[in-house]
Antibody
């Protein structure tokens, strides 16, 4: 059974870079049928798609965050990572990683497997 | 990229049916049949309930159904149960470079 697990610092200082990693277990990140995505949820608010990456390294970003976001993949470790630069208090959120279907061979463009989420607080 | 528009809250009694709307534009909801719906209970990760407007993933109850007309997609839950009380989010594919946009979420209360 495929599982995703987020990891990284729970506290980041303003203006610094937030870095998170998602480890995929029970399956390969190198599947041609899936993107691997990051989604966040500020306290008491809704979901926001941050971006997704294909195993080949192709990336897709939310235009509103694109200038600050970098998503990368390490197929040898079955991991993908998020970097968000110049953070402010508005970036405080629960950050989720998720499997994001890219073809009609799965739940097309649906995100069907999610990590449990990790809380990141931006504060000095 | 603007979020899709959902009502903030809906409510219904056990056994009844409710519908949650999700309004976008011709660039997202209206332009593609790639609308997904997610259920999120407090403190939990979202769960995929509907994909491609009206398809249910394996294991999702057939009490959940989806549809679309123009720029508005809808999620209908029939035979409401207490366990359906949760937040619901719609999402749509928007383009080959922007894969997803979410709605603001709807809180469902089962009275």
């Amino acid at each position: 059974q495929l599982q995703l697990q987020e990891s990284g610092p729970g506290l980041v200082k303003p203006s610094e870079t937030l870095s998170l990693t998602c480890t995929v277990s029970g399956g390969s990140i190198s599947s041609s049928s899936y993107y691997w995505g990051w989604i966040r949820q500020p306290p008491g608010k809704g979901l926001e798609w941050i971006g997704s990456i294909y195993y080949s390294g192709s990336t897709y970003y939310n235009p509103s965050l694109k200038s600050r976001v970098t998503i990368s993949v390490d197929t040898s470790k079955n991991q993908f990572s998020l970097k968000l630069s110049s953070v402010t208090a508005a970036d405080t959120a629960v950050y989720y990683c998720a499997r994001h279907c890219s073809s009609t061979s799965c739940y097309t463009y649906g995100m069907d497997v999610w990590g449990q989420g990790t809380t990141v607080t931006v504060s000095s | 990229q603007s979020a899709l528009t959902q009502p903030a809250s809906v409510s219904g009694s056990p056994g009844q049916s409710i519908t949650i709307s999700c309004t976008g534009t011709s660039s997202d909801v209206g332009g593609y049949n790639y609308v997904s719906w997610y259920q999120q209970h407090p403190g939990k990760a979202p769960k995929l309930m509907i994909y491609e407007v009206s398809n249910r993933p394996s294991g999702v109850s057939n009490r959940f159904s989806g549809s679309k007309s123009g720029n508005t997609a809808s999620l209908t839950i029939s035979g409401l149960q207490a366990e359906d009380e949760a937040d619901y989010y719609c999402s749509s594919y928007t383009s080959s470079s922007t894969l997803a946009v979410f709605g603001g979420g709807t809180k469902l209360t089962v009275l």
